[in-house]
């Protein structure tokens, strides 16, 4: 499909403030109900951890279809419809296997991280346990000596594996992407708009520290839809195609 305009498009590093700041409004469009879907969608997600051996492996390649529902929820809010729950339902009604495919990399690529690191002589585990336990602080801080080298390898390596499965949920669900497609095309809008990620990564990082002070994890139930809702704006912006005269054509995007 020929477009008017590159895609995806380059936007300024305000932009990344404005997107939470249209999260939020979405967010108070519906925000019981919204705060009541990630509620179960968590618990779930929780249960599924549960699950002996299995548990942690089918919440990762699960985690795409949420963030689907949650990207099909805030479209309707954006065009003015009532929110449903099929909206919520949106990824496993729709391009299920695809989106599943994103968690599979998702888990693969953790796992190849995770073993990365183990080979560099990090030890999760055993570190939580040790801050668990609330260890000597000089032990502590050389333990945290001695596992610098594999974070940082292990923060390096997970940097392309979030910039592929970033946008690729929703370019799956709106654009119709393969999954190979929708992951390399989520790295080029990544790279292209770096700066704009960058402020819109720091400002929801500030806002989820300050929510998880909450107690009972209260916060989290409003702070995590409102990043649902900066990552549909993120897309809208970087991808929704608009027509010569400047106007929106908000229901019209990249088609891959």
Avoid: C
Wanted: hydrophobic fraction near 60%.
């Amino acid at each position: 499909m020929d477009m008017p305009q590159d895609i995806p498009r380059k936007v300024a590093a305000g932009q990344g403030w404005q997107w939470v700041r249209s999260g939020f409004a979405l967010y108070r469009k519906n925000p019981l109900l919204l705060s009541a879907a990630f509620a179960m969608v968590f618990g779930l997600v929780m249960a599924l951890g549960l699950i002996p051996m299995v548990g942690g492996a089918l919440s990762e390649i699960a985690s795409p279809l949420m963030v689907a529902g949650f990207m099909a929820a805030y479209r309707a809010l954006d065009e003015g419809q009532e929110l449903e729950l099929p909206h919520l339902l949106a990824g496993v009604r729709g391009a299920a296997i695809s989106l599943m495919t994103v968690g599979a990399v998702q888990l693969l690529g953790a796992l190849l991280i995770g073993k990365v690191m183990a080979s560099m002589g990090f030890d999760a585990k055993a570190f939580v346990a040790a801050a668990q336990t609330q260890q000597d602080p000089a032990q502590m801080q050389a333990m945290l000596n001695e596992a610098m080298p594999a974070v940082f390898t292990g923060l390096l390596l997970f940097t392309p594996l979030i910039m592929a499965t970033w946008f690729a949920p929703a370019l799956i669900l709106f654009g119709g992407a393969r999954p190979t497609t929708a992951l390399g095309v989520s790295i080029k809008a990544v790279l292209r708009n770096w700066a704009a990620l960058l402020v819109n990564g720091l400002a929801l990082g500030a806002m989820l520290f300050l929510a998880a002070l909450v107690p009972l994890m209260l916060g989290l139930l409003v702070a995590m839809p409102v990043l649902f809702g900066s990552l549909y704006a993120s897309y809208q912006a970087i991808f929704a195609v608009w027509s010569d005269d400047g106007e929106a054509a908000r229901d019209n995007v990249v088609r891959l």
